[in-house]
């Protein structure tokens, strides 16, 4: 969703006609007159018009606030449902623990881990060992 209030440079509480005069204000900088056969300007005065079409009609504007917000807000949810709550959410950490002889995230406090697990070897592991593992879904 693009950012009108950015576009204009201008912020959510700004009123008409500070949006007018930031509109105005950027406009000549990028109008075909002033900006020439630059296209990187022309793209910028599309946007402009584009951003101050919705934020200059009061009506328009309160639907674009109204849909960013909620827009926002998914965004944000999805944010935290994506981050890992824990660095044991890694796949393989047990693989990269006997490898590297420490968990991802915890660093030397894992060399400190006294508890013994069943069929696991202590210390790190043989670089020969992780090396053939790779290999072992191949046979």
Sequence with gaps: MKDYYRILNVSETASEEQIKKAYRRLAKECH????????????????????????????????????????????????????????????????????????PGKGMETYQHKKKEPGRQNGPMKPEERFASFFEHIR
Excluded: C, V
């Design 32 to 103: 075909p007159d002033a900006a020439g056969d630059d296209p990187q300007k022309e793209q910028r005065m599309y946007e402009l018009q584009e951003a101050y079409e919705i934020l200059g009609d009061p009506e328009k504007k309160k639907a674009y606030d109204s849909k960013r917000n909620s827009f926002s807000e998914k965004k944000q949810a999805k944010k935290q449902e994506d981050s890992p709550q824990d660095s044991q959410d890694i796949s393989d950490a047990g693989a990269f623990e006997r490898f590297f002889g420490f968990q």
